[in-house]
């Protein structure tokens, strides 16, 4: 529950996928139009738009949005316009199971077709944690 006053919200736990069964439930296997984004944070009136990648195939510092365009295309369109809109930022973060690489990709522009411009960071799981649990600190302080 949100407590709008210290602006913390409950930790977040697995009992949070119940909403993504109840929707895989409720399509019975059909094609959705839909997704769900993964992390939404506001830090001084800017939003910063998280979505998390799973590698699985392709190690995180190998793998890039742009190698399966044709795949998740309408995707990665829908959170660009959607963080256009909220005047925001947006972060794609290749991981693996492991927890051994991750590539923080922030998307400066995209076009119908690919990424075209981004800055990007290699980085060790502890590296990532402590620039994730700085950008929560600073949404809950601001």
Known sequence: FITYMNKKSKPISKIDDDAKSLIIEALEGKVTGGFDLDSIYKINGTYYVLEFLKCDTVRP????????????????ISLWEITDKLDGMLFLVNY?????????????????????????RIWSFDEFKKWF??????????
């Open 96 to 120: 693996e199971d492991s927890r051994e690489q991750f590539k923080v990709i922030k998307v400066l522009e995209m076009t119908r077709s690919r990424i075209s411009k981004e800055d990007t």
């Open 133 to 142: 649990q700085s950008l929560n600190e600073r949404s809950i302080e601001s």
């Open 61 to 76: 510092n190998d793998s890039h949005p742009n190698r399966y365009w044709f795949k998740n295309q309408q995707k990665f």
